[in-house]
């Protein structure tokens, strides 16, 4: 309970956007003339009344328009929401312990609670194109569970302690968690085709930075040397070296020298490679490596993380899209880069 309340403090800061109340303005209204209005003709004995003159109109007080930050695909982000969010965002950084908080220049900062308020218009327009929405009853049914859990695990009242603690109001809260299951329900759309099992392959390897030591292993193994056993003596991988150098199971994409993970998706199983060459990321040295693949399974399920990775790596996708593709202005100078 705790752990997803804390989680909504910091990740959800934002609220919807304030409601435009403003009324329209009244026309004003020509007022009754209470003088004798007749003319001298009149007076001289006319006996009708000429027309009287025609009211000069009056245009409407024309009704303010409310300050605006930034609009996305039309649609504001007001000022005021955004002062808002900037304000929540820093109250909740403030509870949290000095080495969790951001260290963001006040700059930095400001540009960010705007790019936030700029994704969640983003998500919105998502969830109105693919008629996904969150209502009332549906917020209040998880807000009742969420008590439920609160009141099981810390007694009477522990919900409400944690709002006041933590400076959120019923009101406020049930607006984070309101666009928090939005989100939710956005992601599970746009994740849909990621799939729950895929090609895997089960390998081990050898990693040393020595190109005559690696082609001696090479050879080694090809006259029937235990790949595993060589892994042990020589890999300077200690973390799998002591284990033969097994890598497990992995699917594409996982690991973090591509070399490494080509060559195990183009062997088959009991096949080694040939040296690989590989330089470290700051192009300072030269690795060598040898892989073996143990098994090939073509429909594996992922593990909960790997899953879990792939799911958050398409949802950034996807929104990075939905940015690259909206027109969004800013209208007020955050003076961040």
Known sequence: MSKY?????????????VACN?????????????GNTDSPADQA???????????????????????????VNGQPIYLATYEEALARYGQSESLLPPDDQAT??????????L???????????????????????MVAEQVEELRR??????????????????????????????????????????????????KQVHARYIQVDDAGLAQSLHQQIMDGGDFAELARQNSLDQTTGSQGGDLGYFPQGSLLVPEIEAAAFSLNPGETSEVITATTPDGSQTIY??????????ARPLSPDTRATLLQE???SWLQERWDQAEIVRLIDTGGS
């Open 104 to 113: 963001d220049d006040p700059a930095s900062l400001r540009a960010r609670v």
């Open 22 to 34: 403003d009324a329209p303005a009244a026309v004003t209204q020509p007022a009754a003339n209470s």
């Open 45 to 71: 004995g006319a006996t009708q009344p000429g027309p009287p003159p025609s009211p000069t109109p009056v245009p409407p007080t024309p009704t303010p328009e409310e300050p605006m930050a930034a609009t």
């Open 115 to 137: 790019d936030l308020l700029i994704e969640r218009a983003l998500i919105e327009q998502a969830a109105a194109e693919n008629g996904i929405e969150v209502t009332p009853e």
């Open 289 to 298: 490596y040898l892989v073996q693949v143990v098994d090939v399974d073509p």
């Open 314 to 316: 398409r949802f950034e």
């Open 149 to 198: 859990v609160a009141q099981e695990a810390g007694g009477e009242g522990s919900f409400e302690a944690w709002l006041e603690a933590n400076q959120w109001s019923q009101e406020a809260f049930e607006e984070a968690l309101a666009y928090e299951m939005l989100t939710e329900r956005v992601a599970a759309v746009v994740t849909a085709d990621v799939p729950a099992t895929v």
């Open 5 to 17: 309340l804390f989680r909504l403090a910091l990740f959800v800061l934002l609220l919807v956007a």
